[in-house]
């Protein structure tokens, strides 16, 4: 398996910006993966990043350092439906054809 | 809606007992992966299937075992339950077997008492 850590938990204000934080350290390295999950919810995939740099999407967006073993989910104009845990993920084994090693996820709580 | 569905959606049984978890995947994905999430351990990887065979192995117990059938559901049986068996357990399923976005079910509530 893979080492994941992210933060426990983090609080932000409706509007504003947040930034989660991920560090990693695999065994072959395929990529890193952010999940949203809503308590008693399912998963839902957010981004996939393979190369380093930064990748944009609505509201979201996700940056890769591989050098660094390091990632970040960046969310803007924060809403109250934003509260939820993310869950950074890389493959399992970095091999190929495999699941997914999940860090314990970061509890984002955002107040009004 | 993922298009993943997992039958039941709760499941309360005794130590000792055995249960299996159903799993159908979206139409046209041939993996199919099973997690386990409890609160102190997270979200883990048991195993995944690709087209019918098993694919990839995580912390799955001995006591655990899974298959994918020729209509590409899936079922994951769970024997001798102990009470740390207790969690979410979901199915997920990608188009293919690597390195794809999984899209996951809405998971199965085992409580073991």
């Known amino acids: 398996g893979q080492n994941i850590d992210q933060p426990t938990e983090m609080t932000a204000t409706e509007g504003a910006i947040v930034q989660i934080n991920c560090t990693y350290q695999t065994s072959g390295f395929n990529g890193l993966f952010w999940y949203q999950q809503h308590a008693g919810e399912a998963p839902t995939f957010l981004s996939y990043n393979v190369l380093d740099g930064l990748e944009e999407k609505g509201r979201f967006s996700s940056f890769l350092s591989r050098s660094k073993g390091y990632s970040y989910l960046l969310l803007k104009e924060l809403q109250m439906k934003d509260s939820a845990s993310y869950l950074c993920a890389a493959p399992y084994s970095g091999g190929g054809a495999d699941g997914l090693t999940f860090g314990k996820g970061t509890h984002l709580i955002i107040q009004p | 809606d993922s298009g993943v569905t997992q039958t039941p959606k709760h499941l309360i049984t005794a130590t000792g007992q055995r249960v299996t978890l159903r799993c159908s995947p979206r139409?046209?994905?041939?993996?199919v992966y099973w997690y386990q999430q409890s609160l102190d351990q997270g979200l883990q990887f048991l195993i995944q299937y690709y087209n019918g065979e098993e694919r990839a192995k995580g912390n799955i117990l001995e006591r655990f075992s899974a298959q994918q059938f020729p209509d590409l559901h899936s079922e994951l049986n769970l024997s001798s339950l102990e009470l740390g068996d207790s969690a979410l357990y979901f199915c997920a399923s990608s188009p293919r077997d690597s390195y794809n976005e999984q899209f996951f079910g809405p998971g199965t509530r085992l409580t073991v008492l």
């Open positions: 139409s046209g994905d041939l993996s």
